[in-house]
C-alpha cells in the first residue's frame, strides 16, 4: 500500500501512515518515488529549528521519482524520471520572482516543509519545479544533487569566480559535491570538520582536498572564500579571520545559530559575508554538471520506515555524504 512517514509536531518520531493516491490537478504530477535523500533542513524541520511547518507533515525535499500521472497543461510525459527539490511553487508575479529572483518569493512553498515532500512512495508535485533528471546518474546517486548540489552549487556561485583557495566548513554532503566541482575547476579546497572526524577529514582529502582539519584549527594558509555548510554562527567571525582582504564568506544552510558579535577589523579589508536562500530553477543546470564531470555523490541507503534512524546518524554524523531513503 502507499505510504508515508509523518511529522505530526517537533521532537517526535516519524509516524508511518498509508496514503492515498490522489490525482494530480492542473500543472501537477503525481510521482512514484525512487528515492529521497536525508537532509540537515529536514532536522531543522524535525527539531522545531524552523517555524510554522506544515503539519502533519512529510518531510523530504531530495526526491527522485518517476511520473506516473500528470494533470492538465503538464508537458512532461508519465514515465518520465524527474527531480523534486526545496522550492516547491512561486507566485510568479511579485517583485522578486519579475527579477529572476524567484528563490526570495514571499509566497514561496517548500517541498516537505509547507508542501508534502519525498519521505513517502508517492508524492505530488508543481511540473514547472521539477528538473529531468539526466540519465547518467542513478536514482540514489541523484537524490543528494536536489539540495546538497543545487543549494550548494548556488552558495559556490557567490564565490568569486578568481578565487583559487576555498575553505569549505562542515564537511557533509553539499561539501563532498562541492569539492569534486571546485577540484575539476582547478581550485584548492580546505575542508574542515568537527574536532576530531579524522575518518571525514580523510574523507575529503580522498575526493581532493588539499588540506582538512578541524573547524577549530586555522589553515596553513589565507583563504580566498568561505562556504560555512554547518548551521553554527560561531564560526563565521572564524571564517572572517582565515579570508584575504577582500575575501568572502558564504553561509550555505537554511538555519544558522546567533552569530556572536566581532570586532569591525575582522569584517575591514573590504571582506564580505552573504547568505544563500534557496534556490532558482536556473541553478538546476548544475544537474547536467555533475553527469558531464562527473560528481559521483557518497551514499547510504535506508528503508524509507526506518528514516528516523537515518536522521539520527544524520545529527550525529555516522556516515560520509550523504543518506538517502528508498521505499520499502
Known sequence: MPHAMFLDAPHRPLVRREIALDAPKAGEVRLRVLACGVCRTDLHVIDGELPNPKLPLVPGHEIIGVI???????????????????????CGHCRFCSTSRENLCD?????????????????????SFCFEVPREIGDVEAAPLMCAGL??????RMVPPDAADIGLVGFGAAAHILTQLAVHQGKRIFAFTRAGDLDGQRFARSLGACWAGSSDDAPPTLLDAVIVLAPVGALIPRALSWTVKGGVVVCGGIHMSDIPSFPYSSLWGERMVRSVANL?????????LA?????????TTYPLTDADRALDDLRHGRFNGAAVLVPD
Open 68 to 90: 506516473e500521472a500528470a494533470g492538465a497543461s503538464v508537458a512532461l510525459a508519465p514515465g518520465t524520471r524527474v527531480g523534486v527539490p526545496w522550492l516547491a511553487h512561486t
Open 107 to 127: 509566497n514561496a512553498l517548500f517541498t516537505g516543509f509547507t508542501r508534502d515532500g519525498g519521505f513517502a512512495t508517492h508524492v505530488v508535485a508543481d511540473a
Open 151 to 156: 543549494i550548494g552549487y548556488r552558495s559556490y
Open 280 to 288: 532558482t530553477r536556473s541553478d538546476g543546470g548544475f544537474l547536467e
Open 291 to 299: 553527469a558531464r564531470i562527473p560528481i559521483t555523490t557518497t551514499t
